[in-house]
């Protein structure tokens, strides 16, 4: 995904475990919806990725009536 700057969110479980360092690079407009504490909220940390973990539920659950 790196330089798709249409991309403005990810939605990652808890679960995930390794995430390239970069996948996400230069996509500006990007958050990452993840659970706090997780490799996710850590990796976007890391990468200067803007992260919400407090809208993790709802994102997740409007993620999944569309799909």
Known sequence: FS?????TKAI????????KDETFKACNNMV???TSGSYAEDYANRNFISVDTESYEEQKKNFS???
């Open 3 to 7: 330089y798709a700057e249409a991309l």
């Open 12 to 19: 990652f479980p808890e679960t995930m475990l390794k995430i």
């Open 65 to 67: 009536k569309i799909y």
């Open 32 to 34: 990452i919806y993840t």
